[in-house]
């Protein structure tokens, strides 16, 4: 499904109006480090899994719904990695508006759960597995970046410091 219902129904009402939407981003890898991308139907781009918190639902939950739906994929979420804010207004080709505050997660593969990756809906044309030292062109900005914060992020957790990051003005600290 690609929009929501209950953002068709927001809408019929406000039009084409900014919309504030809490986003969720899933950076899952497997136990050889392979990551999961798919390829957007829209526009081509390679990203890691997304997808829109739906009203009620824990960001955590809807990670791992989206990866189901998206790519087949059963995860479990093990880390919170990063928030932060869109500071653009992004508008797509039918005029509607949105902002969004990104959840990332690291995510692994589920014990005893599908890790063999599949379309799941029309949001995607291509779904794989890709080692850090070949992703595959053309990869988003957005995803880019959200792979640079989780590796930050492990190498912090390897030296047995991890914590969330935070954007503070758009500079992403690690506290």
């Known amino acids: 499904m690609s929009t929501p219902e209950f953002i068709l129904e927001l809408r019929e009402r406000i039009d084409h109006m900014p919309l504030w939407l ?3 981003t899933g950076y899952v ?3 050889d480090g392979l990551i999961l991308l798919e390829q957007r139907a829209d526009n081509g781009n390679w990203t890691l899994v997304t997808g829109i918190n739906e009203p009620g639902e824990e960001p955590a939950d809807t990670v791992a719904r989206e990866a189901k739906e998206e790519t087949g994929v059963d995860v479990i979420v093990t880390d919170l990695v990063n928030i932060k804010s869109d500071h653009e207004i ?12 990104d959840h990332l997660f690291l995510c692994e593969v589920a ?6 990756p599949a379309v799941g809906d029309d949001e995607s044309t291509s779904v794989d597995w890709f080692s850090l030292d070949a992703l595959p062109e053309p990869l988003a900005a957005s995803s880019r970046e959200r792979i640079g914060y989780v590796q930050q992020y ?3 957790r390897a030296q047995g410091d991890a914590r969330a990051q935070f954007a503070f003005d758009g500079v992403i600290e690690h506290l």
């Open 29 to 31: 890898r497997r136990d």
């Open 111 to 116: 014990p005893n759960g599908n890790s063999e």
């Open 22 to 24: 809490i986003g969720v």
């Open 154 to 156: 492990l190498k912090h």
């Open 90 to 101: 992004k508008t797509y080709r039918n005029g509607d508006q949105t902002w969004y505050m």
